[in-house]
């Protein structure tokens, strides 16, 4: 530091004048002009040229005489500066006006008083705050400078963005003085100088320099300040000490950039920044009338319905305890284990009377009645699953369904982790097998999971439970508003919610579905689907009991060995129903050539569980070229529309029910980036095809809002988000009020702004709108909307798009 100082101050005060530069001997211009040549070329450094050339111009400098003794000041100043320096980074720590002993000078002092005395004598004005060259130009245009006097708490209250300079300095001196200053002031120029010009009265600019308003000031002072302004300047920090111009200079030319500043660089188009996109006056608008809500068909009285789930468990498996129930496979396709209705109301019950009366912590049970527990079972054993689920429900206990946790910091068994921490979960029932397969602590135990509270895992196979005595009953009580079981659901951000179904809304669910399906006892379904959420629950281990159905459940371990397999089951067990995804009817395509002797006669109804989405009628219609030469029928294929939070919305009726034909719609993909309905020709290549979802839910009302805003009902002919307002819903987000009052608590109204319903509807995040016959069609979902220049475009569109390009000859399997 004290190098660079000596230097830099060295070259501005050797700064040759016109007519010594001209008396300068021939040699000393030639190792100059070399000099600078190497400078240019980038041979030497900026701190070598300037300590080179003060080398071959010290002895050439002409004696100034007729100096002010106030600017002889600042050479005693840089003289002690340069013994103070090399110290500084240890001195770094004390405050700029810390007196020293070591550095107290009574001659510096003297001369430091007879300079303010000869400035008080000249009547000089305070010192002046100039803004900071640092600050752009625009502001100082505007921003009148501070003439006020200048306190240390004046320049402490201004440190940001303002640096405090120095006074005018009035004196006619010497004019190679001035002429010098101009030199110094002129080389220094492409440098963010801080140094200040003030307006002579006689309207020339001339240089400022800087007294101190402490009469106190001696030789300590001014080398700590002189060490904090340039550690400060040096990173940029504005600082409140008042140094000569000179020094300023000086720290200026050390500092000078080799390059333009960055700003320079980057010039913002502001006209473009501030340019807002204007709606295209020609865009598709609305014309229909307003939608009123559509309501579904009522829910039928059925004679000698069970009043609850538990009841319906406790009927079936007393009065038809040998009654197939559910059907698990292995990953070969052969049958592992069938579990009849008595098995699964007697297991039940053991693990009911297990959970409340042989789990306890310091003699008080684990578990109450109202607590969560998870139930962490993999996609390849629904029976034990079943078992542990209507076990919870007949103990009056909340099941959580969740995967199975891979590894201990697995990003998505976190976001599961924080679910089961705000549900205070504390107990996980899971099977041996699968609690020998997770990761564990180096004492044995099951590990702590990144994210997840502390659970207690009891394993729930035959010989851990323990048999209830004769006198103990489950309670078996009527559907309530209480919770019956939490589905879990991540957003598209990655976070994981629970939603919370009430008992009531489970038996109303199950009720809709056996309506709407025209499901009969002793069915046989097969189920493709995960069966621990969405219509894998609801069908093949929900309903399924209610009416006494056998299902067949089809691991996804086994579908990818054999994409063929529920095709197989269909045919082995001559099932009525099969509940599948348009992915799982596009993969048996692929396979069908090596089996022949196969038939689906025996189908009614193939529920399409992921109808809504716009590629699924592409898996529908090829799905039906192939197979309706093998017993196929083309109104089986029924499409449904579902989300977690209202569940089932809409689904196509199976023939039998004399409802009308199913429709497809094709739309115009401008028209519908604009939220409006178009119909077109399929000739173009800019239109999309959907298929209908079916008919509303019985005793469901269904309606479409706008997808913005205050939930207006949409126009007939404009996609909105489609509500639903029926008893068989989700009825909130475990612990977020918030979230629950916005998707559960919805309140549509009219363009006059009058609620169309005193019940709340629910948000299902389906984009669609009702088309002719009340058919409902859907072309998106909330979570895959894009905006893009004010035009509305979906996720979903993307993956149709490469669906009807042959994707077999383009993408590989599983990208």
């Known amino acids: 530091m004290a190098e660079r100082t000596s230097t830099g101050f060295l070259t501005m005060m050797l700064e040759p004048t016109p007519a010594v530069a001209m008396t300068l001997p021939a040699e000393v211009r030639e190792k100059l002009a070399e ?65 020293d002993e070591r550095f107290r000078s009574d001659l510096h002092t003297e001369a430091v008083q007879a300079a303010l005395a000869k400035y008080k004598e000249r009547k000089m004005p305070m010192p002046s705050k100039r803004r900071s060259v640092l600050v752009q130009s625009s502001v100082e245009a505007c921003t009148p400078p501070d003439t006020s006097s200048a306190s240390e708490d004046e320049g402490s209250l201004r440190r940001q963005g303002r640096l405090a300079t120095s006074t005018p300095y009035q004196g006619h001196g010497h004019p190679a003085v001035e002429h010098w200053f101009n030199r110094v002031i002129q080389g220094s120029s492409t440098s963010s100088s801080a140094s200040s010009t ?206 199975v946790p891979l590894t201990r ?34 004492t044995g135990e099951v590990a702590t999971f990144k994210g997840w509270p502390r659970l207690l895992w009891f394993v729930t196979d035959g010989k851990h439970v323990v048999k209830p005595p004769k006198d103990w009953h489950p309670p078996i009580r009527e559907a309530s508003n209480d919770i019956a079981y939490i589905e879990y659901k991540t957003s598209k951000e990655g976070s994981t919610m629970g939603i919370t179904v009430s008992h009531s809304a489970m ?92 038939s689906l006669s025996s189908l009614r109804m193939l529920i399409v569980a992921d109808g809504a989405n716009p590629w699924s009628i592409s898996s529908c219609d090829a799905f039906l070229n192939v197979f309706q030469a093998r017993g196929l029928r083309p109104e089986v294929i029924c499409p449904c529309a579902s989300s977690s939070e209202a569940m089932t919305v809409a689904i196509r009726r199976p023939p039998e029910m004399g409802v009308p034909p199913p429709g497809k719609a094709v739309l115009s993909m401008g028209g519908l980036s604009h939220s409006v309905i178009r119909v077109d020709t399929e000739e173009k290549l800019s239109v999309l095809t959907v298929q209908d979802v079916g008919q509303v839910m019985p005793g469901a009302l269904v309606c479409v809002v706008r997808v913005e805003g205050t939930p207006y009902l949409c126009q007939t002919d404009e996609v909105g988000e489609i509500c639903v307002s029926s008893g ?36 299902t995040s389906l984009l669609g709108f009702v088309g002719p016959d009340s058919l409902v069609f859907v072309v998106g979902k909330m979570d895959g909307l894009m905006v893009v220049s004010g035009r509305r475009h979906n996720a979903d569109d993307v993956v149709a798009t490469a669906l009807a390009v042959e994707p077999m000859k383009f993408v590989y399997r599983g990208r």
Request: charged share 20%; proline share 8%.
């Open 35 to 99: 000099l600078e040549l190497e400078l240019s070329e980038g041979d030497i450094t900026q701190k070598g040229y300037e300590k080179k050339r003060g080398k071959l111009l010290a002895p050439y400098i002409p004696q100034i005489q007729g100096v002010d003794p106030s600017l002889q000041i600042d050479n005693r100043i840089q003289a002690s500066s340069q013994a103070v320096l090399p110290g500084s980074k240890h001195n770094k720590s004390r405050a700029a006006n810390t007196r």
């Open 198 to 403: 003030s307006s002579h009265p006689g309207g020339r600019s001339v240089t400022t320099t800087n007294t101190t308003s402490h009469a106190a000031l001696n030789a300590n002072a001014a080398a700590t300040a002189l060490a904090d302004f340039m550690a400060h300047t040096q990173l940029g920090v504005p600082v409140n000490s008042r140094v000569s111009s000179k020094i300023q200079q000086l720290l200026n030319t050390l500092k000078r950039p080799k390059r333009p500043p960055l700003r320079e660089f980057f010039v913002d188009d502001f006209e473009e920044l501030l340019d807002v996109q204007q709606p295209d006056p020609n865009q598709p608008k609305p014309e229909g009338q307003h939608m009123s809500a559509l309501e579904g068909e009522p829910l039928g009285v059925v004679n000698n319905w069970p009043p609850s789930l538990p009841a319906a468990l406790q009927r079936w498996g007393t009065t038809q305890p040998k009654s197939p129930c559910l059907t698990g496979l292995d990953n070969a396709g052969k049958p592992v284990y069938t579990l009849t209705y008595g098995k699964l109301w007697t297991r039940s019950q053991k693990l009911a009377y297990t959970l409340l009366n042989k789990l306890s912590t310091r003699n008080e049970p684990l578990l109450v009645p109202g607590d969560r527990v998870a139930l962490v079972f993999p996609n390849n054993d629904p029976v034990m699953f079943m078992v542990a689920f209507y076990g919870c429900l007949l103990a009056e206990l909340v099941p959580v369904p969740i995967e």
């Open 409 to 442: 910091k697995d990003a998505g068994s976190q976001q599961i982790g924080f679910l089961l921490g705000s549900c205070g979960v504390t107990l996980a029932l899971t099977t041996d097998a699968c609690q020998k397969g997770l990761p564990k602590a180096q």
């Open 728 to 763: 068989s819903t989700g009825i909130a987000y475990y612990g977020l009020p918030g979230m629950t009052k916005n998707i559960f608590e919805t309140i549509p109204v009219t363009s006059s702004g009058i609620p169309i319903s005193d019940r709340p509807f629910t948000r």
């Open 507 to 598: 038996l109303a669910h199950s009720h809709a579905l056996t309506q709407a399906c025209g499901y009969t006892e002793a069915e046989t379904i097969t189920n493709v689907l995960d069966f621990k959420k969405e219509a894998g629950l609801w069908h093949g281990v929900l309903t399924s009991v209610m009416n006494r159905m056998h299902v067949i459940s089809i691991p996804y371990s086994l579908m990818k060995v054999n994409p063929l397999s529920w095709i197989q089951k269909v045919h082995t067990y001559k099932a009525r129903v099969a509940v599948v995804k348009s992915r799982d009817m596009h993969w048996s395509l692929l396979a069908q050539k090596d089996q022949r002797d196969i």
